[in-house]
């Protein structure tokens, strides 16, 4: 690959990442889905390369951006990760709904995707694991599994974790709105009688002046380094350092070399915002532009995925993944509502729509489904899943060690999935039993 080959393939990624969003911009119910752009666009370049129509070459180079994109998303994840004692012991109820949902999704994932490999024999080996990162991290946690995968000579799951990922969102936004009319007919809701509908522009079309926000800020001046320039430099930095520390340990002890790329960028990003915590350079650092990287590389992983996925591959294991889909994320309603109903003292159904949202399909489902009964923002469900995210930000470590645990059986996987589900289960009614019985 050269570099002009190189920015010819980003031009074929530019224009089809364009089309993709007038599509969604068009037409409508692809809106109400929250399929993202990113998706759409690169399904239109798959469906019109050499595994469908034929009309455009997919470039070579895009099975190869997610797996390498992906750690520099990785070593995002826990820039600006603080953490807050107070908030900490406000919301480990919610903690315990959504982690032993968490806990479900994995011990129970492995086990029934090995029970449907001795059934469809050809399946990738751990395939059962990807439901967990798709489901509760959708397409790019997915992608950053099946590259770790993919390091240790298991293919197929990226088209696996692709189809999951995209399974999960539509049956977030379907269920989830029947749940959300069903709880109000109910009178579960806290702030309104009757679900809300949310104005054109929540799904798509351009923002109004007054509700456009800014991306980021400036911390220097363009005289010194350009701003964009800066803060990618601290995400590939922090990747940096992480890949030589393990390199380091790897001279010691073989098995740091074993471990996929993907914790490189977790690990290096954890130690380099202490280290700039510590020596008060994070002032240097602008979270919200970091974030935004974060997204743009993300999106072209998304991408990329899609219009290099294996249709051959998926519409053999169809079935499976219904299968599959359907189980994992319909045990998932009654777990994450009945827990909610059980440990969250106030506004435990919008806490519930948060975290359903979030277990299925991602952030920005379980936002919309709390906005379908919070229309004016009154709810503390998004703050809480937001410093849930914060205190349970370890978890990301499972996306690179579980694929390594799972070359040698699903006994780890299951295991710890087991313990998480079990463990926070028995903490959340223990010590956070809102409702118990006289």
């Not at 530019?14 to 911009?25: Q, T, W």
């Not at 456009?212 to 350009?226: D, E, L, M, P, Q």
């Not at 509502?337 to 106030?346: A, G, I, N, Q």
Request: charged share 10%; net charge positive; aromatic share 14%.
């Amino acid at each position: 690959m050269t570099v002009s080959s190189l920015c010819n393939d980003m031009l074929i990624l530019a224009v089809f990442m364009l089309a993709g969003f007038f599509i969604r911009e068009i037409f409508k119910p692809v809106q109400k889905l929250f399929l993202p752009s990113s998706l759409i666009g690169g399904l239109l370049l798959l469906l019109l390369g050499h595994q469908a129509m034929g009309i455009i070459a997919v470039p070579e180079s895009f099975h190869e951006l997610p797996g390498v994109l992906i750690d520099i998303v990785m070593a995002s994840l826990v820039f600006g990760v603080n953490f807050n004692r107070e908030k900490i012991s406000s919301y480990l109820d919610y903690s315990c709904v959504t982690m032993t949902s968490y806990g479900m999704q994995m011990c129970l994932g492995v086990g029934l995707g090995w029970i449907l490999s001795k059934i469809w024999t050809g399946l990738p080996q751990g395939w059962g694991v990807m439901g967990v990162f798709s489901f509760h991290g959708g397409h790019g946690t997915a992608a950053a599994t099946a590259s770790a995968f993919q390091k240790l000579g298991v293919d197929g799951n990226m088209a696996v974790g692709m189809v999951l990922s995209t399974f999960g969102l539509i049956f977030a936004m379907v269920v989830g709105m029947a749940m959300v009319n069903y709880g109000i007919r109910k009178g579960w809701g806290t702030y309104v009688k009757e679900p809300k509908k949310q104005p054109s522009y929540f799904y798509g079309g351009t923002l109004p002046q007054e509700k456009r926000a800014a991306s980021g800020h400036t911390v220097t001046t363009a005289i010194s380094i350009n701003h964009l320039a800066l803060q990618i430099s601290w995400l590939l930095a922090a990747l940096f350092l992480g890949r030589t520390i393990f390199h380091f340990l790897g001279t010691f002890i073989p098995f740091f070399t074993k471990l996929p790329g993907v914790l490189h960028g977790v690990f290096g990003g954890a130690i380099l915002w202490k280290i700039l915590k510590m020596t008060k350079l994070d002032r240097y650092v602008d979270i919200k532009t970091v974030k935004m990287l974060s997204g743009f590389f993300l999106e072209i992983v998304v991408f990329t995925a899609m219009a290099t996925l294996n249709l051959e591959f998926v519409s053999t294991y169809i079935v499976p993944v219904l299968i599959y889909t359907v189980t994992i994320c319909g045990l998932t309603v009654p777990l994450i509502f009945y827990l909610s109903y059980r440990f969250c003292k106030d506004e435990w159904f919008e806490k519930a729509c948060m975290a359903f949202g979030a277990a299925t399909g991602n952030t920005s489902t379980g936002l919309a489904l709390v906005r379908a009964i919070d229309p004016d923002s009154q709810s503390g469900a998004g703050d809480t899943h937001g410093v849930y995210s914060t205190i349970m930000s370890w978890k990301d470590i499972y996306v690179g060690l579980t694929p390594v645990w799972l070359m040698n059986g699903i006994a780890l996987t299951f295991g710890v999935g087991f313990v998480m589900m079990i463990g926070f289960a028995v903490t959340g009614f223990v010590f956070f039993n809102r409702r118990k019985r006289r």
